[in-house]
Nanobody
């Protein structure tokens, strides 16, 4: 049974930091590219960051470059999103995605709220 379980969301003040985690199971994690997406209220889901299966290449949305860092641990079947200098516009549900060619898996998301 494929599972992607996100954790680490919560309420944080502007300028603060959070680290999201995504635990994967039920598939060969090291073969899949992993990404973090987010969806703010009333908006479409958008790509935040991605990382290749080997972890050697990463990519970021312009809105988070220099503030967010994606990483993975293939030995632990985990992917992370370190989020620094958070802004109110980062408020969203954050989703973990696994992708191998046309095979895509999604987690259920974790809510991040940036507010004073």
């Amino acid at each position: 049974q494929v599972q992607l379980v996100e954790s680490g969301g919560g309420l944080v003040q502007p300028g603060g930091s959070l680290r999201l985690s995504c635990a994967a199971s039920g598939f060969t994690f090291s073969m899949y590219a992993m990404s973090w997406y987010r969806q703010a209220p009333g908006k479409e889901r958008e790509l935040v960051a991605g990382i290749t299966s080997a972890g050697d290449i990463t990519d970021y949305a312009d809105s988070v470059k220099g503030r967010f860092t994606i990483s993975r641990d293939n030995a632990k079947n985990m992917v992370y999103l370190q989020m620094n200098s958070l802004k109110p516009e980062d408020t969203a549900v954050y989703y973990c995605q696994a992708r191998l060619r046309i095979i895509i898996y999604w987690g259920k998301g974790t809510l991040v709220t940036v507010s004073s």
